[in-house]
């Protein structure tokens, strides 16, 4: 609690000192992107709400406020808050690494509560949409690990093979 409210206080501090619009969704988001990526999550969480409660805010930045929110939340251990934001990501933002990271944490919230079902689907679901994208070996990686915790090892090393870049057999003859 000490280190938020010492953060609040430089936050402030740094609003009063350059200009700053509270009803601008970007200052805001700035603001809470700051937050998050210095670790202050429950102030990250405090201004990206600002944008969701926010008319005017355009849906690209709503959509990074549900986003930041969720991982946020995610952080701080509020599980079904966190799948709550990171499920009101619409598709239609325009990052797609922001999508795939979206994707990785649902997964990772279903794999916490033993859902592997819903993991699997969300990342393979994730993984034929984005499969382009330069994220996407997180999809993998995660991937690797639910069928390894279902000991389902042959699914868990091919996905650990396609972050890696190895051919099955080349794997199998590091491996034993």
Do not use: C, W
């Amino acid at each position: 609690m000490k280190k938020l409210f010492i953060y609040f206080i430089f936050i402030s501090l740094y609003i009063h000192l350059l200009p700053f619009d509270e009803n601008n969704s970007e200052d805001i988001y700035k603001i809470g992107y700051k937050a998050f990526n210095d670790k202050a999550y429950d102030y990250a969480v405090i201004m990206l709400k600002k944008i969701l409660a926010n008319e005017k805010a355009g849906d690209d930045y709503k959509n990074l406020a549900h986003y930041y929110i969720g991982v946020s939340y995610f952080y701080i251990n509020k599980m079904d808050m966190a799948e709550s934001e990171l499920k009101s990501v619409s598709e239609n933002i325009s990052d797609i690494d922001i999508l795939v990271k979206t994707s990785y944490y649902k997964a990772r919230i279903y794999k916490g509560k033993k859902f592997y079902d819903m993991a699997i689907n969300e990342l393979k679901d994730a993984e034929k949409k984005y499969s382009k994208s330069g994220s996407v070996y997180i999809i993998y990686l995660l991937l690797g690990d639910v069928y390894k915790e279902l000991q389902k090892f042959d699914n868990s090393i091919g996905y650990y093979q396609k972050v890696t870049g190895e051919n099955k057999s080349e794997g199998m003859m590091k491996i034993g």
